[in-house]
Protein backbone atom coordinates (compact mmCIF):
# COMPACT_ATOMS: atom_id res chain seq x y z
CA UNK A 1 0.00 0.00 0.00
CA UNK A 2 1.46 3.43 -0.67
CA UNK A 3 2.27 6.14 1.74
CA UNK A 4 -0.24 8.43 1.81
CA UNK A 5 1.44 12.17 1.76
CA UNK A 6 -1.03 14.53 1.75
CA UNK A 7 -3.87 13.35 4.48
CA UNK A 8 -6.59 15.46 2.71
CA UNK A 9 -6.70 12.96 0.03
CA UNK A 10 -7.41 9.80 2.81
CA UNK A 11 -11.28 11.48 1.81
CA UNK A 12 -13.02 9.76 -0.51
CA UNK A 13 -14.41 12.51 -2.87
CA UNK A 14 -18.29 12.13 -2.59
CA UNK A 15 -19.73 11.04 -6.00
CA UNK A 16 -22.61 13.45 -6.07
CA UNK A 17 -22.63 17.15 -5.41
CA UNK A 18 -20.59 18.16 -2.13
CA UNK A 19 -22.52 19.92 0.93
CA UNK A 20 -23.13 23.35 1.46
CA UNK A 21 -20.41 25.25 3.47
CA UNK A 22 -23.18 26.00 6.01
CA UNK A 23 -24.18 22.51 6.31
CA UNK A 24 -23.37 20.69 9.86
CA UNK A 25 -20.63 18.87 10.00
CA UNK A 26 -20.94 15.11 8.78
CA UNK A 27 -21.35 11.55 10.36
CA UNK A 28 -22.67 10.51 13.39
CA UNK A 29 -26.60 9.44 13.98
CA UNK A 30 -27.32 12.20 11.29
CA UNK A 31 -25.62 9.85 8.77
CA UNK A 32 -26.46 7.13 10.29
CA UNK A 33 -30.61 7.11 10.23
CA UNK A 34 -30.09 6.94 6.23
CA UNK A 35 -27.38 3.83 6.32
CA UNK A 36 -30.23 2.03 8.46
CA UNK A 37 -32.75 2.48 6.54
CA UNK A 38 -31.26 1.73 3.67
CA UNK A 39 -29.56 -1.77 5.45
CA UNK A 40 -33.39 -2.21 6.51
CA UNK A 41 -34.85 -2.50 2.63
CA UNK A 42 -32.28 -4.27 1.35
CA UNK A 43 -32.29 -6.89 4.14
CA UNK A 44 -36.06 -6.95 3.62
CA UNK A 45 -35.64 -7.32 -0.29
CA UNK A 46 -32.40 -9.90 0.11
CA UNK A 47 -33.90 -11.91 2.83
CA UNK A 48 -37.51 -12.46 1.18
CA UNK A 49 -35.63 -14.44 -1.57
CA UNK A 50 -33.28 -16.43 0.04
CA UNK A 51 -35.47 -17.56 2.87
CA UNK A 52 -37.94 -19.11 0.13
CA UNK A 53 -35.26 -19.52 -2.86
CA UNK A 54 -35.62 -23.43 -2.50
CA UNK A 55 -39.41 -23.68 -2.60
CA UNK A 56 -39.08 -21.70 -5.28
CA UNK A 57 -37.09 -23.93 -7.15
CA UNK A 58 -38.90 -27.34 -6.41
CA UNK A 59 -42.15 -25.93 -7.18
CA UNK A 60 -41.51 -23.61 -10.52
CA UNK A 61 -37.89 -24.97 -12.26
CA UNK A 62 -38.85 -28.98 -10.52
CA UNK A 63 -35.51 -29.15 -9.30
CA UNK A 64 -34.87 -31.46 -6.61
CA UNK A 65 -32.54 -33.90 -4.68
CA UNK A 66 -28.93 -33.20 -5.06
CA UNK A 67 -29.68 -30.55 -7.53
CA UNK A 68 -31.28 -27.74 -5.20
CA UNK A 69 -29.13 -28.60 -2.83
CA UNK A 70 -26.23 -27.99 -5.05
CA UNK A 71 -27.69 -24.53 -7.02
CA UNK A 72 -28.11 -22.92 -2.81
CA UNK A 73 -25.35 -23.80 -1.16
CA UNK A 74 -22.97 -22.86 -4.17
CA UNK A 75 -25.32 -19.63 -4.76
CA UNK A 76 -24.65 -18.43 -1.25
CA UNK A 77 -21.31 -19.46 -1.23
CA UNK A 78 -20.10 -17.62 -3.75
CA UNK A 79 -22.31 -14.74 -2.34
CA UNK A 80 -20.06 -14.76 0.68
CA UNK A 81 -16.42 -15.17 -1.65
CA UNK A 82 -17.79 -11.97 -3.61
CA UNK A 83 -17.68 -10.54 -0.42
CA UNK A 84 -14.04 -10.65 -0.57
CA UNK A 85 -13.58 -9.48 -3.76
CA UNK A 86 -16.07 -6.70 -2.97
CA UNK A 87 -13.71 -5.50 -0.02
CA UNK A 88 -10.94 -5.72 -2.63
CA UNK A 89 -12.42 -3.32 -4.89
CA UNK A 90 -13.68 -0.92 -2.36
CA UNK A 91 -10.34 -0.51 -0.37
CA UNK A 92 -8.22 -0.71 -3.40
CA UNK A 93 -10.43 1.80 -6.06
CA UNK A 94 -14.01 2.58 -5.57
CA UNK A 95 -14.39 3.45 -1.61
CA UNK A 96 -17.26 2.27 0.30
CA UNK A 97 -19.86 4.39 -1.08
CA UNK A 98 -19.47 3.30 -4.43
CA UNK A 99 -19.29 -0.14 -4.05
CA UNK A 100 -22.28 -0.12 -2.09
CA UNK A 101 -24.25 1.78 -4.65
CA UNK A 102 -22.79 -0.31 -7.79
CA UNK A 103 -23.60 -3.38 -5.60
CA UNK A 104 -27.46 -2.09 -5.04
CA UNK A 105 -27.88 -1.73 -9.00
CA UNK A 106 -26.41 -5.13 -9.43
CA UNK A 107 -28.92 -6.82 -6.84
CA UNK A 108 -31.51 -4.88 -7.78
CA UNK A 109 -30.89 -5.90 -11.26
CA UNK A 110 -30.95 -9.60 -10.11
CA UNK A 111 -34.04 -9.18 -8.17
CA UNK A 112 -35.72 -7.91 -11.27
CA UNK A 113 -34.55 -10.88 -13.38
CA UNK A 114 -36.03 -13.03 -10.99
CA UNK A 115 -39.56 -11.17 -10.71
CA UNK A 116 -39.58 -11.98 -14.73
CA UNK A 117 -38.74 -15.38 -14.57
CA UNK A 118 -41.69 -15.83 -12.14
CA UNK A 119 -44.09 -13.57 -14.18
CA UNK A 120 -43.30 -14.81 -17.44
CA UNK A 121 -44.21 -18.73 -17.66
CA UNK A 122 -42.00 -19.52 -20.95
CA UNK A 123 -38.88 -19.06 -19.07
CA UNK A 124 -39.68 -21.61 -16.52
CA UNK A 125 -40.94 -25.72 -17.31
CA UNK A 126 -44.31 -26.86 -17.73
CA UNK A 127 -45.88 -27.03 -14.12
CA UNK A 128 -45.47 -30.54 -12.73
CA UNK A 129 -48.54 -32.58 -12.45
CA UNK A 130 -47.69 -35.96 -11.68
CA UNK A 131 -44.33 -35.91 -8.99
CA UNK A 132 -42.24 -37.39 -9.49
CA UNK A 133 -42.48 -37.57 -13.07
CA UNK A 134 -41.54 -33.75 -14.18
CA UNK A 135 -40.53 -32.07 -17.00
CA UNK A 136 -37.12 -30.57 -16.53
CA UNK A 137 -36.32 -26.95 -17.59
CA UNK A 138 -34.44 -26.23 -20.80
CA UNK A 139 -30.63 -25.34 -20.98
CA UNK A 140 -31.34 -21.59 -21.67
CA UNK A 141 -34.01 -21.81 -19.14
CA UNK A 142 -31.47 -22.36 -16.45
CA UNK A 143 -28.81 -20.28 -17.98
CA UNK A 144 -31.29 -17.21 -17.28
CA UNK A 145 -31.92 -18.13 -13.99
CA UNK A 146 -28.45 -18.72 -13.43
CA UNK A 147 -27.69 -15.15 -14.32
CA UNK A 148 -30.07 -13.57 -11.89
CA UNK A 149 -28.58 -15.49 -9.58
CA UNK A 150 -25.48 -14.52 -10.25
CA UNK A 151 -26.32 -10.54 -10.40
CA UNK A 152 -27.59 -11.21 -6.98
CA UNK A 153 -24.58 -12.62 -5.68
CA UNK A 154 -22.24 -9.74 -7.17
CA UNK A 155 -24.69 -6.85 -5.09
CA UNK A 156 -24.54 -8.69 -2.08
CA UNK A 157 -20.03 -9.14 -2.66
CA UNK A 158 -20.43 -5.11 -2.62
CA UNK A 159 -23.04 -4.56 -0.18
CA UNK A 160 -21.87 -7.27 2.46
CA UNK A 161 -18.60 -5.98 3.71
CA UNK A 162 -19.48 -1.98 2.83
CA UNK A 163 -22.21 -1.52 4.43
CA UNK A 164 -21.13 -2.00 8.55
CA UNK A 165 -17.95 -0.15 7.50
CA UNK A 166 -19.62 2.63 5.86
CA UNK A 167 -21.51 2.63 9.02
CA UNK A 168 -18.18 2.97 11.41
CA UNK A 169 -16.60 5.34 9.22
CA UNK A 170 -19.32 8.12 10.80
CA UNK A 171 -18.24 7.91 14.48
CA UNK A 172 -15.13 9.14 15.92
CA UNK A 173 -13.30 5.93 17.68
CA UNK A 174 -10.50 7.90 19.30
CA UNK A 175 -13.22 9.21 21.91
CA UNK A 176 -15.24 7.30 24.77
CA UNK A 177 -18.02 8.65 23.00
CA UNK A 178 -17.52 7.88 19.55
CA UNK A 179 -16.65 4.09 20.84
CA UNK A 180 -19.83 3.88 22.62
CA UNK A 181 -21.70 4.79 19.81
CA UNK A 182 -20.15 2.59 17.28
CA UNK A 183 -20.78 -0.31 19.71
CA UNK A 184 -25.15 1.35 19.63
CA UNK A 185 -24.98 1.60 16.27
CA UNK A 186 -23.77 -2.24 15.79
CA UNK A 187 -27.22 -3.06 17.68
CA UNK A 188 -29.01 -1.05 16.21
CA UNK A 189 -27.87 -2.23 12.78
CA UNK A 190 -28.42 -5.86 14.16
CA UNK A 191 -31.94 -4.91 15.49
CA UNK A 192 -32.57 -3.19 11.98
CA UNK A 193 -31.69 -6.53 10.37
CA UNK A 194 -34.13 -9.06 12.54
CA UNK A 195 -36.82 -6.52 12.11
CA UNK A 196 -36.67 -6.83 8.39
CA UNK A 197 -35.73 -10.22 8.41
CA UNK A 198 -39.43 -10.62 10.52
CA UNK A 199 -41.17 -8.85 7.75
CA UNK A 200 -39.66 -10.79 4.90
CA UNK A 201 -40.54 -14.18 6.76
CA UNK A 202 -44.01 -13.84 7.29
CA UNK A 203 -45.39 -11.23 4.87
CA UNK A 204 -43.29 -11.55 1.97
CA UNK A 205 -42.81 -15.73 2.01
CA UNK A 206 -46.73 -15.33 2.54
CA UNK A 207 -47.12 -13.72 -0.62
CA UNK A 208 -44.92 -15.63 -2.33
CA UNK A 209 -45.85 -19.11 -1.38
CA UNK A 210 -49.94 -18.38 -1.00
CA UNK A 211 -50.49 -15.33 -3.15
CA UNK A 212 -48.48 -15.17 -6.50
CA UNK A 213 -44.84 -15.62 -6.75
CA UNK A 214 -44.70 -12.38 -9.30
CA UNK A 215 -46.06 -10.36 -7.00
CA UNK A 216 -44.06 -11.69 -3.72
CA UNK A 217 -40.64 -11.00 -6.28
CA UNK A 218 -42.11 -7.10 -7.26
CA UNK A 219 -42.02 -6.35 -3.57
CA UNK A 220 -38.50 -6.64 -2.94
CA UNK A 221 -37.83 -5.13 -5.89
CA UNK A 222 -39.23 -1.93 -4.84
CA UNK A 223 -38.10 -2.51 -1.20
CA UNK A 224 -34.48 -2.34 -3.15
CA UNK A 225 -35.27 0.67 -5.05
CA UNK A 226 -36.43 2.34 -1.84
CA UNK A 227 -32.98 1.48 -0.68
CA UNK A 228 -31.10 2.52 -3.03
CA UNK A 229 -33.19 5.97 -2.81
CA UNK A 230 -32.79 6.62 1.01
CA UNK A 231 -29.05 6.27 0.84
CA UNK A 232 -28.90 8.87 -2.16
CA UNK A 233 -30.71 11.13 -0.34
CA UNK A 234 -28.38 10.95 2.75
CA UNK A 235 -25.25 11.39 1.07
CA UNK A 236 -24.71 15.01 2.16
CA UNK A 237 -24.38 13.36 5.91
CA UNK A 238 -21.88 10.95 4.96
CA UNK A 239 -18.20 10.72 6.21
CA UNK A 240 -16.21 9.49 3.44
CA UNK A 241 -12.79 7.95 3.31
CA UNK A 242 -10.50 7.29 0.54
CA UNK A 243 -9.44 3.58 -0.77
CA UNK A 244 -6.46 3.30 0.59
CA UNK A 245 -5.17 0.56 -2.52
CA UNK A 246 -5.26 -3.29 -2.05
CA UNK A 247 -4.92 -4.83 1.45
CA UNK A 248 -4.68 -7.85 -0.61
CA UNK A 249 -1.58 -7.39 -2.64
CA UNK A 250 0.59 -6.26 0.77
CA UNK A 251 -0.53 -9.28 2.07
CA UNK A 252 0.84 -11.30 -0.43
CA UNK A 253 4.15 -9.65 -0.33
CA UNK A 254 4.70 -9.36 3.45
CA UNK A 255 4.29 -13.09 3.09
CA UNK A 256 6.45 -13.60 0.42
CA UNK A 257 9.32 -11.06 2.21
CA UNK A 258 8.87 -12.75 5.38
CA UNK A 259 10.13 -16.19 3.51
CA UNK A 260 12.30 -15.37 1.84
CA UNK A 261 14.35 -13.87 4.77
CA UNK A 262 13.25 -17.07 6.92
CA UNK A 263 16.84 -16.98 7.77
CA UNK A 264 17.21 -13.55 9.49
CA UNK A 265 17.08 -13.82 13.41
CA UNK A 266 14.11 -11.76 14.89
CA UNK A 267 15.07 -10.00 18.40
CA UNK A 268 14.11 -7.04 20.28
CA UNK A 269 13.22 -3.86 17.60
CA UNK A 270 16.57 -2.33 19.15
CA UNK A 271 19.01 -4.58 17.26
CA UNK A 272 17.04 -4.37 14.03
CA UNK A 273 16.99 -1.77 11.16
CA UNK A 274 13.30 -1.48 10.12
CA UNK A 275 11.73 0.10 6.80
CA UNK A 276 9.30 2.46 8.39
CA UNK A 277 8.90 5.59 6.63
CA UNK A 278 6.89 8.14 8.25
CA UNK A 279 3.49 9.60 6.70
CA UNK A 280 2.50 12.69 7.02
CA UNK A 281 -0.67 13.77 8.99
CA UNK A 282 -2.53 16.95 9.36
CA UNK A 283 -3.47 18.28 12.59
CA UNK A 284 -6.90 20.00 11.53
CA UNK A 285 -8.44 16.39 10.25
CA UNK A 286 -6.60 13.62 12.83
CA UNK A 287 -10.46 12.49 13.88
CA UNK A 288 -11.09 11.04 10.74
CA UNK A 289 -8.02 10.41 8.84
CA UNK A 290 -5.99 6.90 8.45
CA UNK A 291 -2.81 6.73 11.30
CA UNK A 292 0.40 5.52 10.65
CA UNK A 293 0.30 2.17 13.03
CA UNK A 294 3.44 1.55 15.40
CA UNK A 295 5.35 -1.09 15.38
CA UNK A 296 4.53 -4.11 17.90
CA UNK A 297 6.47 -6.88 19.16
CA UNK A 298 3.75 -9.55 18.55
CA UNK A 299 4.13 -12.19 15.61
CA UNK A 300 7.70 -11.34 15.47
CA UNK A 301 8.36 -13.70 12.35
CA UNK A 302 6.54 -11.13 10.32
CA UNK A 303 8.79 -8.37 11.07
CA UNK A 304 11.62 -10.18 9.03
CA UNK A 305 9.85 -8.47 6.12
CA UNK A 306 10.67 -5.12 7.17
CA UNK A 307 14.08 -5.36 8.18
CA UNK A 308 16.55 -3.62 6.08
CA UNK A 309 19.63 -6.47 5.34
CA UNK A 310 21.70 -4.42 3.21
CA UNK A 311 21.86 -0.67 1.94
CA UNK A 312 21.12 -2.33 -1.41
CA UNK A 313 17.71 -3.25 -0.89
CA UNK A 314 17.01 0.70 -0.99
CA UNK A 315 17.90 3.04 -4.27
CA UNK A 316 18.79 6.45 -4.24
CA UNK A 317 15.54 7.91 -3.22
CA UNK A 318 15.67 5.80 0.10
CA UNK A 319 12.95 3.72 -1.61
CA UNK A 320 12.59 -0.35 -1.55
CA UNK A 321 14.04 -1.24 -4.86
CA UNK A 322 11.62 -4.68 -4.94
CA UNK A 323 8.62 -4.55 -2.24
CA UNK A 324 8.58 -8.40 -2.57
CA UNK A 325 11.60 -8.61 -0.46
CA UNK A 326 11.57 -5.25 1.74
CA UNK A 327 8.19 -3.91 3.12
CA UNK A 328 7.10 -1.35 5.24
CA UNK A 329 6.08 -1.80 9.06
CA UNK A 330 2.75 -0.34 7.83
CA UNK A 331 2.37 -3.36 5.56
CA UNK A 332 3.26 -5.94 8.25
CA UNK A 333 1.20 -4.04 11.26
CA UNK A 334 -1.81 -4.43 8.75
CA UNK A 335 -1.08 -8.58 8.16
CA UNK A 336 -0.68 -8.88 11.83
CA UNK A 337 -3.92 -7.09 12.55
CA UNK A 338 -5.62 -9.47 10.51
CA UNK A 339 -3.80 -12.67 11.70
CA UNK A 340 -4.80 -11.07 15.78
CA UNK A 341 -8.25 -12.07 14.49
CA UNK A 342 -8.21 -15.54 13.24
CA UNK A 343 -8.71 -16.61 16.84
CA UNK A 344 -12.01 -15.24 17.68
CA UNK A 345 -12.79 -15.80 13.84
CA UNK A 346 -12.76 -19.75 14.48
CA UNK A 347 -14.75 -19.08 17.98
CA UNK A 348 -17.22 -17.56 15.90
CA UNK A 349 -17.45 -20.58 12.96
CA UNK A 350 -18.18 -22.83 15.74
CA UNK A 351 -20.39 -20.69 17.48
CA UNK A 352 -22.38 -20.12 14.35
CA UNK A 353 -22.97 -23.95 13.52
CA UNK A 354 -25.52 -24.36 15.96
CA UNK A 355 -27.29 -21.57 14.87
CA UNK A 356 -27.89 -23.51 11.25
CA UNK A 357 -28.99 -26.11 13.16
CA UNK A 358 -32.15 -25.14 13.82
CA UNK A 359 -32.55 -23.44 9.85
CA UNK A 360 -32.39 -27.09 8.13
CA UNK A 361 -33.50 -29.70 11.52
CA UNK A 362 -35.12 -27.49 13.73
CA UNK A 363 -37.68 -26.83 10.27
CA UNK A 364 -37.54 -30.65 9.31
CA UNK A 365 -38.81 -31.46 12.98
CA UNK A 366 -41.67 -29.09 12.81
CA UNK A 367 -42.87 -30.82 9.72
CA UNK A 368 -42.88 -34.13 11.63
CA UNK A 369 -44.73 -32.37 14.55
CA UNK A 370 -48.82 -30.74 15.33
CA UNK A 371 -48.25 -27.53 13.65
CA UNK A 372 -52.26 -27.10 14.56
CA UNK A 373 -53.39 -23.85 15.90
CA UNK A 374 -57.45 -24.03 16.20
CA UNK A 375 -59.60 -26.81 14.11
CA UNK A 376 -58.35 -24.76 10.99
CA UNK A 377 -54.82 -22.91 10.90
CA UNK A 378 -51.39 -24.86 10.66
CA UNK A 379 -48.43 -22.91 11.48
CA UNK A 380 -45.67 -22.90 9.04
CA UNK A 381 -42.62 -24.31 9.61
CA UNK A 382 -40.43 -21.88 8.07
CA UNK A 383 -42.21 -19.26 10.55
CA UNK A 384 -40.49 -20.39 13.39
CA UNK A 385 -37.09 -18.59 12.66
CA UNK A 386 -39.01 -15.40 13.29
CA UNK A 387 -38.87 -16.73 17.19
CA UNK A 388 -35.21 -16.55 16.55
CA UNK A 389 -35.67 -12.84 15.40
CA UNK A 390 -37.85 -11.45 18.11
CA UNK A 391 -35.69 -13.11 20.96
CA UNK A 392 -32.45 -11.10 19.00
CA UNK A 393 -34.58 -7.89 18.77
CA UNK A 394 -36.27 -8.04 22.40
CA UNK A 395 -32.74 -8.44 23.56
CA UNK A 396 -31.09 -5.76 22.05
CA UNK A 397 -33.97 -3.08 22.56
CA UNK A 398 -33.84 -4.22 26.57
CA UNK A 399 -29.77 -3.85 26.63
CA UNK A 400 -30.17 -0.66 24.66
CA UNK A 401 -33.19 1.37 25.99
CA UNK A 402 -33.65 -0.85 29.68
CA UNK A 403 -30.77 -2.24 31.24
CA UNK A 404 -28.30 0.31 29.86
CA UNK A 405 -30.01 3.74 31.46
CA UNK A 406 -31.03 1.99 34.82
CA UNK A 407 -27.53 0.72 35.07
CA UNK A 408 -26.50 4.29 34.65
CA UNK A 409 -28.59 5.89 36.77
CA UNK A 410 -27.74 3.82 39.51
CA UNK A 411 -24.09 3.56 39.62
CA UNK A 412 -21.40 6.08 38.93
CA UNK A 413 -18.90 4.58 37.25
CA UNK A 414 -19.41 6.25 33.25
CA UNK A 415 -19.68 3.01 31.36
CA UNK A 416 -21.72 0.08 31.98
CA UNK A 417 -21.45 -1.76 29.18
CA UNK A 418 -20.66 -5.57 29.19
CA UNK A 419 -17.58 -6.46 27.98
CA UNK A 420 -16.77 -8.09 24.74
CA UNK A 421 -15.39 -10.91 26.41
CA UNK A 422 -18.57 -11.44 28.53
CA UNK A 423 -20.91 -11.31 25.62
CA UNK A 424 -19.15 -13.74 23.33
CA UNK A 425 -18.84 -16.13 26.28
CA UNK A 426 -22.65 -15.72 26.98
CA UNK A 427 -23.17 -16.23 23.31
CA UNK A 428 -20.78 -19.78 23.11
CA UNK A 429 -23.16 -20.58 26.63
CA UNK A 430 -26.34 -20.28 25.03
CA UNK A 431 -25.07 -22.04 21.76
CA UNK A 432 -24.64 -24.99 24.05
CA UNK A 433 -27.69 -24.92 25.35
CA UNK A 434 -29.82 -24.72 22.64
CA UNK A 435 -28.11 -27.77 21.03
CA UNK A 436 -29.02 -29.69 24.74
CA UNK A 437 -32.59 -28.71 24.33
CA UNK A 438 -32.83 -29.08 21.03
CA UNK A 439 -32.03 -33.04 21.70
CA UNK A 440 -34.50 -33.36 24.52
CA UNK A 441 -37.01 -31.96 22.28
CA UNK A 442 -36.22 -34.15 19.64
CA UNK A 443 -36.02 -37.34 21.42
CA UNK A 444 -39.69 -36.64 22.88
CA UNK A 445 -40.90 -35.75 19.79
CA UNK A 446 -39.46 -39.34 18.21
CA UNK A 447 -40.61 -41.52 21.07
CA UNK A 448 -44.14 -39.57 21.01
CA UNK A 449 -44.50 -40.49 17.52
CA UNK A 450 -43.27 -44.18 17.78
CA UNK A 451 -45.64 -45.21 20.62
CA UNK A 452 -48.57 -44.04 17.96
CA UNK A 453 -47.27 -45.05 15.32
CA UNK A 454 -47.46 -42.06 13.21
CA UNK A 455 -45.31 -40.03 11.02
CA UNK A 456 -46.35 -36.94 12.47
CA UNK A 457 -45.82 -36.67 16.15
CA UNK A 458 -48.74 -35.82 18.30
CA UNK A 459 -46.53 -33.22 20.26
CA UNK A 460 -46.98 -29.40 19.62
CA UNK A 461 -44.80 -27.47 17.56
CA UNK A 462 -44.29 -25.45 20.56
CA UNK A 463 -42.22 -27.34 22.28
CA UNK A 464 -39.61 -26.22 19.99
CA UNK A 465 -40.41 -22.23 20.37
CA UNK A 466 -37.54 -22.18 23.32
CA UNK A 467 -34.67 -24.00 20.84
CA UNK A 468 -35.32 -21.43 18.51
CA UNK A 469 -35.70 -18.45 21.10
CA UNK A 470 -32.16 -19.57 22.41
CA UNK A 471 -30.65 -19.77 19.26
CA UNK A 472 -31.77 -16.09 18.60
CA UNK A 473 -30.21 -14.96 21.79
CA UNK A 474 -26.57 -16.67 20.63
CA UNK A 475 -26.77 -14.15 17.90
CA UNK A 476 -27.52 -11.43 20.11
CA UNK A 477 -24.29 -12.20 22.24
CA UNK A 478 -22.02 -13.72 20.08
CA UNK A 479 -22.95 -12.40 16.52
CA UNK A 480 -22.94 -9.01 17.52
CA UNK A 481 -20.09 -8.73 19.48
CA UNK A 482 -18.06 -10.42 17.26
CA UNK A 483 -19.08 -8.40 14.33
CA UNK A 484 -17.89 -5.30 16.08
CA UNK A 485 -14.67 -6.96 17.29
CA UNK A 486 -13.89 -7.81 13.89
CA UNK A 487 -14.27 -4.73 12.83
CA UNK A 488 -12.95 -2.23 15.63
CA UNK A 489 -10.13 -4.33 15.66
CA UNK A 490 -8.80 -3.05 12.16
CA UNK A 491 -7.85 0.24 10.92
CA UNK A 492 -10.15 2.08 9.14
CA UNK A 493 -8.70 0.88 6.01
CA UNK A 494 -9.48 -2.46 6.73
CA UNK A 495 -12.78 -2.26 7.84
CA UNK A 496 -14.22 -3.73 5.11
CA UNK A 497 -11.92 -6.64 5.33
CA UNK A 498 -13.37 -7.00 8.59
CA UNK A 499 -16.82 -7.07 7.18
CA UNK A 500 -15.94 -10.25 4.43
CA UNK A 501 -14.45 -11.85 7.05
CA UNK A 502 -17.58 -12.09 9.28
CA UNK A 503 -19.69 -13.11 6.05
CA UNK A 504 -16.96 -15.59 5.58
CA UNK A 505 -17.46 -17.56 8.62
CA UNK A 506 -21.04 -17.53 8.20
CA UNK A 507 -20.29 -19.21 5.03
CA UNK A 508 -17.80 -21.74 6.34
CA UNK A 509 -19.41 -22.52 9.42
CA UNK A 510 -22.57 -23.83 6.71
CA UNK A 511 -20.19 -25.97 4.71
CA UNK A 512 -18.73 -27.01 8.06
CA UNK A 513 -22.04 -28.48 9.36
CA UNK A 514 -22.73 -29.80 5.82
CA UNK A 515 -19.36 -32.15 6.15
CA UNK A 516 -20.35 -33.24 9.51
CA UNK A 517 -23.98 -34.20 8.37
CA UNK A 518 -22.27 -36.32 5.79
CA UNK A 519 -19.61 -37.86 8.16
CA UNK A 520 -22.50 -38.38 10.87
CA UNK A 521 -24.84 -40.61 8.37
CA UNK A 522 -21.69 -41.98 6.57
CA UNK A 523 -20.56 -43.35 10.28
CA UNK A 524 -23.46 -44.49 11.61
CA UNK A 525 -25.24 -45.74 8.20
CA UNK A 526 -23.72 -49.27 8.79
CA UNK A 527 -22.53 -49.59 12.56
CA UNK A 528 -25.39 -48.33 14.36
CA UNK A 529 -29.15 -50.15 14.30
CA UNK A 530 -30.51 -46.74 12.28
CA UNK A 531 -28.78 -43.98 11.13
CA UNK A 532 -28.61 -40.82 12.66
CA UNK A 533 -29.21 -38.81 9.74
CA UNK A 534 -30.91 -39.79 6.50
CA UNK A 535 -33.51 -40.58 4.72
CA UNK A 536 -37.36 -38.88 4.64
CA UNK A 537 -38.60 -39.75 8.61
CA UNK A 538 -36.77 -38.68 11.37
CA UNK A 539 -38.68 -41.31 13.47
CA UNK A 540 -35.93 -43.90 12.23
CA UNK A 541 -33.14 -41.35 12.96
CA UNK A 542 -31.51 -40.34 15.97
CA UNK A 543 -31.24 -37.10 15.44
CA UNK A 544 -31.23 -36.33 19.24
CA UNK A 545 -27.28 -37.86 19.28
CA UNK A 546 -26.23 -35.51 16.25
CA UNK A 547 -27.15 -32.59 18.50
CA UNK A 548 -25.55 -33.26 21.48
CA UNK A 549 -22.44 -33.90 18.87
CA UNK A 550 -22.96 -30.18 18.37
CA UNK A 551 -23.30 -29.51 21.65
CA UNK A 552 -20.29 -31.30 22.10
CA UNK A 553 -18.00 -29.04 19.59
CA UNK A 554 -19.30 -26.42 21.54
CA UNK A 555 -18.13 -26.88 24.62
CA UNK A 556 -14.81 -27.38 23.24
CA UNK A 557 -15.45 -24.03 21.73
CA UNK A 558 -16.07 -22.75 24.86
CA UNK A 559 -12.67 -23.87 26.24
CA UNK A 560 -10.84 -22.90 23.10
CA UNK A 561 -11.94 -18.89 23.77
CA UNK A 562 -10.97 -19.00 27.72
CA UNK A 563 -8.08 -20.75 27.43
CA UNK A 564 -6.35 -19.22 24.07
CA UNK A 565 -8.62 -17.30 21.70
CA UNK A 566 -9.55 -14.68 24.77
CA UNK A 567 -6.41 -13.17 25.04
CA UNK A 568 -7.21 -11.47 21.63
CA UNK A 569 -9.88 -9.56 23.85
CA UNK A 570 -8.57 -7.66 26.17
CA UNK A 571 -10.82 -7.41 29.36
CA UNK A 572 -11.36 -3.51 30.82
CA UNK A 573 -13.61 -1.06 29.81
CA UNK A 574 -13.79 2.17 27.69
CA UNK A 575 -13.82 4.86 30.45
CA UNK A 576 -12.39 2.84 33.15
CA UNK A 577 -8.73 3.78 32.56
CA UNK A 578 -8.61 0.18 30.70
CA UNK A 579 -9.53 -0.37 27.18
CA UNK A 580 -11.59 -3.41 26.01
CA UNK A 581 -9.28 -2.69 22.48
CA UNK A 582 -6.19 -0.37 21.85
CA UNK A 583 -8.67 2.28 19.98
CA UNK A 584 -6.85 5.12 20.89
CA UNK A 585 -3.70 5.87 18.21
CA UNK A 586 -0.40 5.73 19.74
CA UNK A 587 0.92 8.23 17.49
CA UNK A 588 -1.06 11.03 18.88
CA UNK A 589 -0.87 10.03 22.38
CA UNK A 590 3.37 9.24 22.27
CA UNK A 591 3.21 6.33 22.99
CA UNK A 592 4.39 3.07 20.46
CA UNK A 593 3.05 0.16 23.13
CA UNK A 594 0.05 0.25 21.79
CA UNK A 595 -1.23 -0.66 18.08
CA UNK A 596 -4.46 1.11 16.60
CA UNK A 597 -5.83 -2.41 15.70
CA UNK A 598 -4.98 -3.41 19.12
Known amino acids: MENVNDSSSLREDPPLNPPSSNARKPGGWRAIKYILANESFEKLASMSLIANITVYLTTRYNLSGIFVVNVVNIWNGSSNVASLAGAFVSDAYLGRFRTLILGSISSILGMGA ?30 FLFLALALLSIGAGGIRPCNIAFGADQFDTKTAKGRAQL ?84 GPASEHSFYDPPLSTNASDQTQMILKLPHTNRFRFLDRSAIITSPDELDNQGKPKSGWRLCSIQQVEQLKCLVAILPVWITAIGTFMSVDQQNTFGVLQALQM ?14 LNIISMLALAIWIFFYERIYLPLAQKKSTRRNKRLTMQQRINTGIMLSIVSMLVSGIVEEHRRKSALRHGSYISPSSFALL ?119 ENPVLHGSRDQSECA
Open 465 to 583: LPQFFLSGLTEAFSAVSIMEFFTMQMPESMRTIAGAVFFLSLSISSYIGSLIVNIVHKATEKKAKSPWLGGHDLNQNRLNYYYYIIAGLGVLNLVYFNFFARRYVLVGRPGNGRKEMQL
Open 370 to 383: DRSIGPKFKFSPGW
Open 114 to 143: MTITASIYQLRPPTCKEPPHCPEPQSWQLG
Open 183 to 266: ESFFNWWYFSFTVALVVALTIVVYIQTNVSWAIGFVIPTVCLAFSISIFLFGRHTYIYLKPQGSIFSDIAKVITASCRKCRVPV
